[in-house]
């Protein structure tokens, strides 16, 4: 798409929209609470199911792999319809986009907490994910259209800070409902969130639009979706099925080739493309993607680490355990608040990279200092660390995405985002929880000698299972707990200290490669989009 041009407001578009004025100090904050409260929404429902997973399974007489299935494939229909839809907003008018999404997504968490059965409950998640792809990156794109330069990076902040402990939050309100009630009323915090989002957005958020003289790019919607099922179908199944499983591999076959041809064809389609790949050669959209994809990779692998850590081997309760991991999140949602302005002082790339040390160092605390004695003070820390280190880090590289497409493609910028969120989230769970399964397989087969072979073949399998082969192993069930305890640990210190590895890597690319300046924004992107783009045309 051309950009040339400035783009021109649709005639619907209200006065106070992007194309007709800036909105007054006072609305810009009822926009900004209302996307929040809409993301929230949305986050929250990723983690949410995951502490009902045994009541669901009573509930529906299911067995574990659909009650695996209940919770991907929200994450799956999400992740995979983030980028067509976020484009269809664009052309469509965003606020309707945001409407229709809050209306579908909050009528689906009300059949969802009804369901009677698990095939009813599967088709109340999909199309939740297909609600909250409507609306996640139409919160963004309204911020970056909405916002006038000076205060857009802080608007981000706040966002980046909600999307980044929005989910803990949601873990913990969930924990608790659970505790408290049953987990038909888990659904209950999303409809609330959905019900107060609709209300505000229906009076504050401006309408946007931008019109192209391109047609809809179908044939790059169709194989964006292919590819990003099969990739993170593979990731969320490869643990369970195995990573040689035939179905396994299917997917990976069908998500790799779907990926090179979704890139061929946009390279192809030039300026109509419905996310221009070009652009990747660009510091900022580059440096910004790959620093989110590694940060949430190793936020999602730590969660995998810390549950059965303050669960099995601590032996706290869900609610207590989610309730440990709410410093870590303030930490986080106050550094993204803080980051523009740092961004400001000494730039996006300086407050990236300090961001990346931070965590990996709070990984390495985490990593020396863990101990089954020492419990949660010996991993706070560490915890406090990575929380502060990863609220540096995700706004300005949130703010460096947005900023490198121009305004009439935030919708697909902020749905870019957000789609490598998701895919640094699944790979970040497969990856660090391999590691973390084969660390604890390793480590307790010497622990075991002396112990009955039948309880010891129980807890090789896993921490869980340990627990519950300890209880009934009599005189030897302490020591069969005590070795399951350290064996984890040891686990733990080998994931750990592969995300210290992935973090080095990113540091040292954020330094070398990271965006320059303040990283870009969207208001003033598209000289630096028409030039990068002239000069992708004459290497051509």
Not at 118 to 126: D, N
Not at 381 to 405: D, K, N, Q, R, V
Not at 429 to 457: C, F
Request: proline content about 4%; hydrophobic content about 55%; glycine content about 12%.
């Amino acid at each position: 798409m051309s950009t040339n041009q400035p783009p021109q407001p649709s005639a619907d578009e209200p006065s106070g929209a992007p194309g007709a004025g800036v909105p007054d100090a006072r609305r810009r904050r009822t926009i900004l609470i209302a996307v929040c409260i809409a993301l929230m929404a949305v986050i929250a429902s990723v983690s949410g199911l995951n502490v009902a997973q045994p009541d669901l399974a009573v509930s529906f007489g299911a067995s574990q792999s659909t009650i695996l299935w209940i919770i991907n494939i929200y994450t799956l229909s999400l992740a995979a319809l983030l980028l067509p839809l976020g484009a269809l907003g664009d052309r469509w008018g965003r606020k309707p986009m945001l409407l229709a999404g809050l209306a579908l997504f909050g009528v689906a968490n009300v059949v969802a907490g009804l369901a009677p059965s698990a095939e009813v409950m599967l088709a109340a998640r999909l199309f939740s994910g297909v609600g909250a792809a409507m609306i996640m990156p139409i919160t963004l794109a309204v911020i970056t259209s909405t916002f006038p330069k000076e205060e857009r990076g802080r608007a981000i902040g706040v966002w980046t800070g909600v999307a980044g402990g929005g989910g803990i939050l949601g873990m913990f309100l969930s924990a608790a409902l659970v505790d408290v009630a049953n987990w038909r009323w888990l659904f209950v915090l999303p409809v609330a969130l959905v019900a107060v989002a609709l209300a505000m957005a229906l009076r504050s958020v401006p309408n946007s639009r931008e019109k192209s003289r391109h047609a809809f790019d179908t044939v790059g919607a169709l194989t964006s979706v292919v590819a990003v099922v099969g990739l993170i179908f593979v990731l969320q199944e490869g643990p369970e099925r195995g990573w040689t499983a035939p179905v396994t591999l299917l997917g990976l076959a069908a998500g790799v080739i779907a990926a090179v041809g979704f890139v061929a064809w946009e390279l192809r389609r030039g300026d109509a493309a419905l996310l221009d790949v070009r652009l990747f050669g660009e510091r900022s959209l580059a440096g910004g993607s790959v620093t989110l994809l590694a940060v949430f990779g190793v936020q999602a692998g730590i969660f995998v680490v810390l549950f059965p850590f303050l669960q099995a081997v601590l032996g706290w309760s869900g609610l207590l355990s989610t309730l440990a991991l709410m410093p870590m999140a303030v930490l986080m949602m106050m550094a993204s608040g803080l980051a523009p302005k740092l961004a400001a002082r000494i730039g996006a790339r300086s407050t990236m990279a300090a961001g990346i040390l931070l965590a990996g160092v709070g990984l390495a605390l985490m990593a020396a200092f863990v101990s089954v004695d020492g419990g949660y003070l010996s991993v706070l820390p560490g915890m406090l660390a990575m929380g502060t280190g990863m609220g540096l880090s995700m706004t300005p590289s949130t703010e460096a995405i947005t900023g490198s497409l121009p305004r009439e493609r935030q919708g697909v910028a902020s749905a870019l985002n957000d789609v490598t969120r998701e895919f640094g989230t699944a790979l970040g769970v497969a990856l660090l929880g391999a590691l973390l399964s084969s660390g604890y397989r390793s480590a307790i087969d010497s622990r075991l000698e002396g112990l009955p072979r039948g309880a010891a073949d129980t807890a090789r399998e896993g921490i869980a299972n340990a627990v519950g082969a300890a209880d009934g192993a009599g005189a030897h069930g302490r020591a069969l707990f005590r070795a399951a305890q350290e064996s984890f640990v040891d686990g733990w210190q080998q994931a750990m200290w592969a995300g210290v590895a992935v973090m080095a890597v990113l540091f040292l690319y954020v330094v070398a490669r990271g965006p320059q300046g303040g990283g870009g924004t969207a208001e003033g992107s598209d000289d630096t989009t028409d030039e990068f783009r002239a000069v992708a045309s004459s290497a051509r």
